[in-house]
């Protein structure tokens, strides 16, 4: 199977393999695809094992239940599916800093790790608030034509243009 | 179980894909939001048009159901702006940075940590978001046919179109 070992695959042909499995995960399991509710459920994991009455009295664990489901296990499978298809073209394994990144800031680890956490911190916080990703607004949404889909995937461009303008410039410096 | 079972296959299958279309790479997330490079574009769009088609024909034909998530201003364009700097910031996305981390790019377990904190902040802000941004412009689960009030092939025909027009241009200026 050489094609499962070729690092590289057409964003078109990979793009027709990902909505054909969409369409597929809707019709045998009803499941669309969704990322970001699974990291309040791990959110709630972690709180739980502290404060258990905390979590049981809060309104939004309650609404989104803290409980393992077919989303969790289906981000999970993510990473291993990324692992299987790395192995398989015999990638270069890790990475600790972007190149982009380094090219830009340095080669500091400690610099991108803390930029990293803030960064997910303030995603995670506003994927919330839109009620989605890039995978439940994203593709999930504007597979079924949702306008709630088209206003956020266009204002997470909006703003990550602007926040990539900030941090790198005008202009197309390569490198 | 066999829910589970079937959602960790999804995953990684979609993870698998992911990685060979290299759309899981900080260098591919920030060379898009900084408009050199529009291989994530390419791909997110071509999984929504071919998902659009396979969702509408299961649809007509009363074998799946849609799973719209309701058009609320407030909250799609506030929570999609914060996500839009999050991103521009961390340069993976929620499902994404998983998978970064499948393939050796450990810098996303620090965003990963991030979006743990960041969902679990929301859950603590939630009791007073819905008081207030959730209110704002809630406009239901609305899609774009139904608020236009024509057949959705016409809008998938155009949308359709589109889409390929602008890969085409990509194609065309290099991106």
Redesign the interface.
């Known amino acids: 199977m050489n094609i499962l070992r070729?690092?590289?695959?057409?964003?078109?042909t990979?793009?027709?393999?990902?909505?054909?499995?969409?369409?597929l995960?809707?019709?045998?399991?009803?499941?669309?695809?969704g990322?970001?509710t699974?990291?309040?459920r791990?959110?709630?994991f972690?709180?739980q094992s502290v404060a258990p009455e905390k979590v049981a009295g809060?309104?939004?664990?309650i609404?989104e239940k803290v409980i393992?489901?077919?989303?969790?296990?289906?981000?999970?499978?993510?990473?291993?599916?990324?692992?299987?298809?790395?192995w398989l073209?015999k990638?270069?394994?890790?990475?600790?800093?972007?190149?982009?990144?380094e090219a830009r800031f340095g080669p500091s680890?400690v610099r991108?790790?803390?930029?990293?956490?803030?960064?997910?911190?303030?995603?995670?916080?506003?994927?919330?608030?839109?009620?989605?990703?890039?995978?439940?607004?994203?593709?999930?949404?504007?597979?079924?034509?949702?306008?709630?889909?088209?206003?956020?995937?266009?204002?997470?461009?909006?703003?990550?243009?602007?926040?990539?303008?900030?941090?790198?410039g005008g202009g197309?410096n390569?490198e | 179980m066999n829910e589970l079972l079937i959602g960790a296959i999804t995953g990684i299958l979609f993870g698998f894909i992911m990685q060979k279309a290299q759309v899981i790479r900080y260098d591919k997330q920030m060379a898009a939001l900084r408009l050199q490079d529009m291989t994530i574009v390419k791909f997110m769009l071509t999984t929504i048009l071919v998902a659009m088609v396979g969702i509408y024909l299961l649809f007509d034909l009363g074998l799946i159901k849609l799973s719209l998530k309701p058009l609320i201003l407030g909250g799609n364009v506030l929570g999609g702006l914060i996500f839009g700097i999050g991103w521009g910031i961390l340069g993976y996305c929620p499902a994404t940075a998983m998978g970064a981390l499948g393939e050796g790019r450990y810098d996303s377990a620090f965003g990963l940590m991030g979006m743990i904190l960041g969902a679990g902040l929301y859950a603590e802000a939630y009791p007073l978001m819905k008081e207030t941004v959730l209110t704002w412009g809630d406009f239901g689960k609305i899609t774009i046919p139904l608020a236009l009030g024509i057949n959705h092939w016409i809008v998938i025909v155009i949308l359709g179109a589109l889409f390929i027009a602008l890969f085409r241009w990509f194609e065309k200026k290099g991106l």
């Open positions: 070729k690092t590289t695959w057409s964003p078109y990979a793009g027709v393999l990902a909505g054909i499995l969409l369409v995960s809707v019709f045998v399991m009803g499941k669309y695809f990322a970001s699974t990291f309040v791990v959110a709630g972690v709180e809060m309104a939004y664990f609404k393992i489901d077919w989303q969790f296990v289906f981000v999970f499978g993510v990473l291993f599916g990324s692992l299987a298809s790395a073209s990638e270069k394994m890790a990475v600790a800093v972007p190149p982009m990144w680890r991108r790790w803390m930029a990293a956490f803030l960064g997910g911190t303030v995603l995670m916080f506003g994927a919330r608030l839109a009620d989605g990703c890039p995978s439940g607004h994203g593709l999930s949404g504007l597979a079924q034509i949702a306008i709630s889909g088209y206003v956020s995937l266009i204002c997470f461009f909006l703003a990550g243009i602007i926040l990539a303008r900030i941090l790198y197309n390569h």
